[in-house]
């Protein structure tokens, strides 16, 4: 396990973290579990390239969790995704949760089950249909 505090910045390939805390486990067959989590009323970010040319996936949760061997990454908290296509914003998720597979190339996103003050109970999503480019040609 190896444990990291203070503006902490992790990049693996294409993917970009950046935390207050996080915390990197290794298992025995070399399978890489992230943690991390941000500083109070803060977010942590995750960026990454998905399989897609020229497309991202980037991520916000007040804690998000990532099984590596998987491709699963969990936002928990204030959680948004977006799917961008170079810097445009195609898909937008915004709740208290969402899970993304990577493989699958699927989002799983959750409200806050009751009354959060100051939260709205939620899930908010834009999507573009897929084969669309900018602007709304195909």
Do not use: C
């Not at 699927?106 to 908010?124: I, K, N, S």
């Amino acid at each position: 396990i190896h444990t990291f505090s203070g503006r902490v910045v992790l990049t693996k390939g294409t993917m970009v973290l950046k935390s207050e805390f996080a915390q990197v486990r290794i298992d025995p067959e070399g399978n890489e579990y992230l943690t991390a989590t941000a500083a109070p009323g803060q977010v942590v970010f995750l960026r990454q390239k998905t399989d897609n040319p020229d497309e991202f996936m980037e991520g916000y949760g007040e804690r998000v969790e990532y099984d590596v061997k998987s491709d699963v990454v969990r936002f928990i908290g204030k959680a948004r995704l977006k799917r961008l296509l170079g810097k445009t914003v195609m898909d937008d998720i915004q709740g208290k949760t969402i899970t993304r597979d990577g493989v699958r190339a699927t989002y799983h996103a959750q409200g806050y089950p009751e009354a959060v003050a100051g939260e709205d109970q939620r899930v908010h999503i834009t999507i573009t249909p897929r084969g669309n480019k900018p602007g709304g040609t195909k």
